[in-house]
């Protein structure tokens, strides 16, 4: 019987941080050249104050007209952040992850000091979880749009509706 497998089993250690005060276009222009969606937010002290994801900076700045050549992550970042610690088994976190629909998670050590990612890609990549392509599926499944104009409906997906594609990547 092999040992439960933990979160800095599978984690991606290493990663790049912005500062609160950083531009929002210095944020994108890192998800750009990293090619990865979200990026922890840490003070002076590694301390994790918040998330950013390409998801905030259109949502909350793009749309809202609120970005500027100077406008600060703290404008569009997340702060309410949810994390994990780097010792919780993979289950639990997975678990964790589908419950509240989210594919990335900051990773903490005991004394709270960021100390990686995981997402739903690196479980897939490096566990044997049968459970992570179910995982995926339910973690992606749309929300029904919420539309003031009923004149721009989207089709409603139901889990039916959903097809598996390879893109090529092995």
């Known amino acids: ?6 979160i800095a089993d599978v984690m991606t250690r290493g990663v790049h941080t912005l500062k609160p005060d950083d531009t929002v276009i210095r944020a994108a222009q890192a998800m750009e050249a990293l090619d990865v969606g979200a990026l922890p937010v840490c003070d002076g002290d590694q301390r994790l ?7 905030d900076i259109v949502l909350r700045g793009v749309a809202r007209k609120r970005l500027t050549e100077t406008t600060p992550l703290t404008e569009v970042m997340s702060h309410d952040v949810l994390w994990c610690y780097e010792d919780e088994p993979v289950d639990d976190v997975l678990d964790d992850m589908v419950q509240r629909q989210i594919r990335r998670l ?7 000091n960021l100390v990686g990612m995981v997402s739903l890609g690196d479980v897939a990549a490096k566990t044997q979880n049968s459970g992570i392509a179910g995982a995926l599926a339910e973690i992606s499944l749309p929300a029904a749009p919420l539309r003031p104009d009923d004149d721009f409906r989207l089709p409603e997906v139901s889990q039916g509706d959903l097809v598996e594609v390879n893109l090529g990547r092995s």
């Open 1 to 6: 019987m092999h040992a439960t497998r933990t």
């Open 49 to 55: 104050v918040g998330l950013v994801t390409d998801r």
């Open 106 to 112: 900051p990773v903490m050590d005991r004394q709270k």
